[in-house]
């Protein structure tokens, strides 16, 4: 029985010293602030324990010291994304109005879209043949309207007004000019199957006379034809000839 209180005399007296050791642990950084104040005189508010280094930040990407692994955050540029996003948006959305006032009679907008294609692909194959055909200083322009091309001369109002009426909606294929004033040279009109239609064919009768009267020639090929640059650089040879002479 004695030996028994013994024990456990002694292992409450262990914890005591263990709990008494905690304490002291916990209250010496205070007790060395006291001490501090007490020798130098200065308050206790302004003495600071020191602060444990700070490990430099590891930049985005790099490996930590003792991994093997990159550790890259995962979103370097948090509003980039919420930038983008809000661009699309606007680009895909209905265009906002004009902060211009509309004038009377002009809708706010039309039924209208960009054609997916300027040329047909006809076109695009019969331009890419004309102009390898074609040597230095000369340029092709597709789809030239006829009033961008010709002014009227006459001054009386009636004539003026019937010579636009004709011109109004009706273009060249395309349109040869000699560099660098980008002088007219010629045009080339490629006839299709719709060009057989008596409603073409009227167009074109006013196309050619358009042409003859402002004294600008009019070279008409049919579109059914592969032409290759060497046989356009024939076919087109005489009137090459005369852009050059009168450069």
Do not use: W
Not at 19 to 33: E, M, N, T, Y
Not at 160 to 182: C, I, M, S, T
Not at 183 to 204: K, N, W
């Amino acid at each position: 029985m004695l030996r028994g209180m013994e024990l456990l005399g002694l292992i409450i007296a262990l914890v005591f010293m263990g709990l008494c050791i905690g304490v002291g642990v916990a209250l010496a950084p205070r007790a060395l602030k006291l001490l501090s104040a007490a020798t130098t005189g200065v308050p206790v508010s302004s003495v600071r324990s020191p602060r444990p280094a700070s490990r430099p930040a590891t930049p985005a990407g790099s490996r930590s010291p003792g991994g093997t692994g990159r550790h890259p955050d995962p979103n370097p540029f948090p509003g980039l994304d919420a930038e983008i996003r809000a661009r699309v948006a606007a680009q895909t959305s209905t265009p906002p109005a004009s902060s211009a006032p509309t004038p009377d009679g002009v809708p706010d907008q039309l039924p209208v879209r960009t054609k997916q294609y300027f040329l047909a692909r006809s076109e695009v194959a019969f331009l890419a043949a004309l102009e390898a055909s074609l040597p230095g200083g000369y340029r092709v322009f597709p789809n030239v309207r006829l009033n961008d091309l010709f002014f009227i001369t006459t001054r009386h109002p009636g004539q003026q007004k019937g010579a636009y009426a004709r011109l109004r909606d009706k273009h060249v294929d395309f349109l040869v000019v000699a560099l660098p004033e980008h002088r007219p040279v010629f045009a080339i009109e490629l006839d299709g199957a719709s060009h057989d239609t008596a409603q073409q064919q009227y167009r074109d009768a006013v196309k050619d006379v358009a042409f003859r009267s402002a004294g600008l020639p009019l070279i008409r090929l049919r579109a059914e034809v592969q032409y290759s640059p060497a046989s356009l650089r024939t076919a087109l040879s005489e009137h090459l000839s005369i852009g050059h002479a009168h450069a």
